[in-house]
């Protein structure tokens, strides 16, 4: 069965600061890779995917993510976190040929301190 | 605006009352999502649509839940005999195309609370 571990619930960064958020995902195949961020009282908002081609991919806000077929990880990074980054972040995977429903983590929790 | 809409934004029942959630999808949308998110957990696939078809359902879906898509528009959720377990965040989410990569829009929510 396919799943994404988040295995940091909360994480805290001073602004300026790097940021890694971790994901791994249990799939059999090659699956379709997203992180999302929600804020609170808003829904969630794709910030990049990965389904095929160069395995770095860059989305909003400065994000990037690197598809590790090797660790079955789409780790999350920013050069420098800006006190606007605080949110909660989810990583989904999306199978081939199954509607197209994704599978979330449970999340982490992004502070970012002053 | 024409992002995903949801109606309404918070309900508050009593536990055995029945509720309804509306979402109005993107329009030319042709997939509609359920998911349903619990306090510190990621959403978790309810049901999904493909026009007015529904196509699959999560075991997460007991009997007390329906979901329609009359003419492949706008789609309702329905919770009978509602259980304090039911409360959560019901996000709806829509797509177009069939290609599992195509980015999925979410809307804000309903937030349910179940007394």
């Known amino acids: 069965a396919q799943s994404v571990t988040q295995p940091d619930i909360h994480i805290t960064v001073s602004e300026g600061a790097s940021l890694e958020l971790r994901c791994n995902y249990s799939?059999?195949?090659?699956?379709?890779l997203f992180w999302y961020v929600q804020s609170p009282g808003q829904g969630l908002q794709l910030l990049l995917k990965?389904?095929?081609?160069?395995?770095l991919v860059q989305g909003i806000k400065g994000f990037e993510a690197e598809f590790k077929r090797s660790q079955s990880s789409f780790n999350l990074r920013k050069p420098s976190v800006h006190w606007s980054d605080a949110a909660e972040y989810f990583c989904?995977?999306?199978?081939?040929?199954?509607?197209?429903?994704?599978?979330f983590g449970q999340g982490t929790e992004l502070s970012v301190k002053p | 605006d024409t992002g995903v809409s949801q109606d309404p934004r918070h309900k508050i029942t009593k536990r055995g009352q029945n509720v309804t959630f509306r979402c109005d999808p993107i329009?030319?949308?042709?997939?509609l999502y359920w998911y349903r998110q619990t306090l510190g957990q990621g959403p978790e696939f309810l049901t999904y649509?493909?026009?007015?078809?529904?196509?699959?359902k999560s075991r997460l879906l007991s009997d007390r839940f329906s979901a329609e898509r009359p003419k492949g528009s706008f789609s309702t959720l329905e919770i009978q005999r509602t259980e304090q377990g039911d409360s959560a965040m019901y996000l709806c989410?829509?797509?177009?195309?069939?290609?599992?990569?195509?980015?999925?829009?979410f809307g804000p929510g309903t937030r349910l609370t179940v007394l």
């Open positions: 989410a829509s797509r177009l195309g069939l290609a599992g990569h195509n980015e999925q829009f």
């Open positions: 799939y059999g195949a090659t699956p379709y």
């Open positions: 990965y389904f095929s081609g160069d395995t």
């Open positions: 989904a995977v999306g199978a081939y040929n199954q509607g197209g429903k994704l599978i």
């Open positions: 329009s030319e949308h042709n997939r």
């Open positions: 649509f493909q026009n007015e078809a529904q196509l699959e």
